[in-house]
């Protein structure tokens, strides 16, 4: 099935999910306990999650066996294996994550680990991000073991522990499910809403890499009194504003020619006929410089580098030893980051600067191919609610766990099955929320993907 045959234009219809009453009911419990673990970097409480999660799945019919909750670098993995008809078949894995960003109590309007439904919303960390869908997807999976489905493959549900920090739980689940047919992530992709009106679902292929590079002028310092040209400070400023002037070249893949042209059918004005022009023809300079000069748009048309932060000196009456600046980079995929980093130091241009690579946790991965399996199945489940509403391919500027499978050479697609008004989740940030109006139709797009997926 063609890309460009799933991107239709949406009708104003809709169909409400049928999504038994018990089950929404199992869901919301699931999401609201589960935001009660505080399950931040250093407070140990994955563990505890993870097997609450597991007492959900073995109280529906899975084996103990089935499920395991490994603790592992000061957190913890989950994984949930449904046996599948024929074991020759390679599994099919839905993958999510445990922990969560940190939240202060003291700058919430609400304990953001007490969770709170009120209104039509559920407030907590993490109620979007990620424990909304995995909580979907944990009672989907409970559903169809109490109900007897027997999927054509098996199906693996992997949680990591420490997505939003190192990620070493997820490169240990991808070498572990390197033989994995796909992936399907909760955390990424999904639809959005405008005034209560869908805007274009999109699938999640492809994400940039994240790197951090350590930018380090060194220098024998001395009395502050005794100026010298080889000042650490300035020698990194210089260098900063020529990383601020170099802009990277443009890039496409499938993906976003794709993304563009459809947005540009949306968008309309000049930016609407740059998208359509540069989906087109990359090299249309008018268009790119439309693009580039859009804070939305020119991250999507190339690899990113930003200073971050600073460091330098080691006292007010001394020259500086010393001087350090991170630069964060996003890096298109398929472009390796030592060739982002040797450009960094071309137009860092100073023989005498040191760039490294932090350990950020973070990998080279390419863009997945879009299957027309997966397009078809998300088109589906996704227009049961919105009928005719247009599928796109998605690329990412953040990192999500796809980025290790797709190291791995597996197929990873963010699928999330939450709508909700743009603006409205504050994931990351103060007050996060979720809408309870999201349960059902999460649960019947799940419901539709792994019945469609898991054949």
Known sequence: MALAALATAASAGTAPPKVDPALHDQALEILTKGIAFKTVEGAGNTVAYANYLKGVLVAAGYRPEEVTVEPMFGTAALVARYPGKDPKKKPLVISGHMDVVAAKREDWVRDPFTPVVENGWIYGRGAVDDKFDVSMVVAELAKLRRSGWKPGRDVVLALSGD?????????????RLKDAELVLNTDGGGGALMEGKPLPYGV???????????????????HSSRPTPTNAIYRLAKALDRVAAYRFPTQQNEITKAALAAEGAEVGGPIGEALKRFAVNPNDQQAVETLSNDLDYNPTLRTTCVATEIEGGHAPNALPQKATANINCRIFPGTPSEEVRKTLLKVVDDP??????????????????????????????????????????????????????RAKGIPSYGVSGLFMEQGQSFIHGLNEKAPVAGIDGSLAHWDSLLKDLAK
Request: aromatic fraction near 6%.
């Open 163 to 175: 997505e939003e920090t190192t990620m070493r739980t997820t490169a240990v689940l991808a070498d």
């Open 204 to 222: 999640q292929g492809a994400e940039k890499t994240y790197a951090d590079f350590k930018l380090t002028f060194t220098d024998p310092g001395g």
């Open 352 to 405: 005498s600067a040191t760039l490294t690579r932090a350990d950020d946790g973070s990998i080279d991965s390419p863009a997945s191919p879009m299957r027309p399996d997966v397009m078809a199945a998300v088109a589906k489940a996704v227009h049961a609610r919105y009928p005719g509403l247009a599928i796109v391919p998605s690329q990412d500027a953040g990192a999500s766990d796809s980025m290790y499978f």
